[in-house]
């Protein structure tokens, strides 16, 4: 019955192309990363500028929108029954914008079939997209046994505190799907443990700076630091670097300034990857002009940040539902002249946040560090027995072709945060040869993704008509 549809929709989301990505830029262009707040735009102005550009949008294409203080708002009807709708979830903040963009990250361009700008992927694209999957199934007259509404927050690559208020002062819809991970469905996310292991020893006076990473769920790219200059450094440094590695050095009158370089990921995702931390640790570990105060701190960290499984932290545990934790090293500062080095985990469903810390506290024992516990978000799981996963999964095989199973990922969306949800969609599509030379012509490695530099959506995927069959299809049973 549902194949009547089909035609017409593709038929409709391609004359709204243009329109669609015009929308999307829109908001790409707000560097909306979620900050410090203030009263009337808890995220800062910036994610306040996004959500009120969001809905103006919704209200351009005849929807009702609503404003929650800022945290979160919706697009859709103005009477809503909370027991019969389904809610679309996407977020509108992004990630820090990292380095070696070859592109501007906030003018949004579109390059082939690739529209480039931060949070264009994720997840600014998805929360367009969604409202003109309801717009489409609006205006077609498709038949809806359950009502929608769109709902877009300002916080979810930093903590999700705009969920957290919205979920303690207002009703959440019947079921929920967030569109902000790969096809099919994705009913269970690992839990996300956040924090710093803390140096006991203070650096020499040799190290003036040190720092790497810009955000905690993204693997570094660049990682630097600043020492005293002084005879014969200078000339081991030098010759040390004659022996290859991303290592780049800037000599100044009294300091030598040494930038690691590395490929950053998103560090649910880390494979792949090369961490800068990892690459400036191993660089100073074995400079014999360094004090041993700071050699020996060095080859911690280059231990630590060497591998994703938790494995030299004692932590690589896994299950059979959700595989194995990862543990990413992904930011480094100095505090209080000790060194201070933030790990994002990822852990297995079956796990707890209470062993992992025993876990860090006695390998951090054993580095000469304190482990610093920041964050903790439980993993969440959404049955997979469900009938909607087994549908939205037939379908997505049925269309593609493939033999693609549910899963359980590392990412952590809203579904964590909302009673009776799971994402769906909308990347991990199957790239053709036109994608792969197309990205080729446009990315560097390690260019292109989400969290990446040059962030890019693949429009032909976006606008393939999967997008708007898996609503059809859940809405309608």
Known sequence: MMQKWYPAIDEWMEGHKEELVRDIARLVRIASISGEGSEGAPFGRECRAALEEMLLIGQEHGFHTENYEYYVGSIGEKEKNWENTIGFWNHLDVVPVGNDWQYEPFCPKVREHFLIGRGAQDNKGPAVGMLYVMQCLRELGIPLKHELCLFVGCDEEKGMADLDYYTAHYPCPALSM????????????????????????????????????????MIPDKAYVTLRRREGLLEEVRARMKRGGKIALREEEDRLVLVAKG?????????????????????????????????????????????????????????????????????????????????????????????????????????????????????????????????????????????????VMGGGTYARRLPNAFAYGLGGLRENEADIRAKKRLFLPGHGGAHEPDEGLNLRFFIFFLTILFFTHIINQ
Do not use: M
């Open 263 to 407: 490929t950053s990921r998103h560090s649910a995702f880390p494979e792949g990857s090369c961490n800068a931390i990892h690459v400036l640790a191993g660089f100073l570990k074995d400079l014999s002009g360094l004090a041993d105060v700071d050699r020996e701190q060095f080859a911690a960290l280059e231990r630590i940040s060497e591998e994703y499984y938790g494995v030299n932290l004692g932590i690589d545990f896994a299950d059979e539902v959700s595989g194995s934790t990862t543990c990413a090293a992904t930011v480094l500062e100095v505090e209080n002249g000790q060194l201070a080095l933030t790990l994002n985990i990822r852990y297995a469903v079956t796990e707890s946040a209470g062993r992992l810390g025993r876990c860090l506290d006695e390998a951090a024992s054993r580095l000469g560090c304190a482990w610093r516990q920041e964050r903790d978000s439980a993993p969440s799981y959404f049955p997979k027995e469900h009938p909607a996963v087994e549908r939205l999964t037939g379908l997505y095989n049925a269309l593609t072709g493939e033999k693609a199973k549910s899963f």
């Open 178 to 217: 967030i569109a902000d991970s790969g096809f099919p469905v994705c009913y269970g996310e690992k839990g996300i443990l956040e924090g710093k292991l803390i140096f006991s020893r203070r650096l020499s006076e040799e190290i003036l700076e040190c720092g790497g990473g810009s955000a905690s769920n």
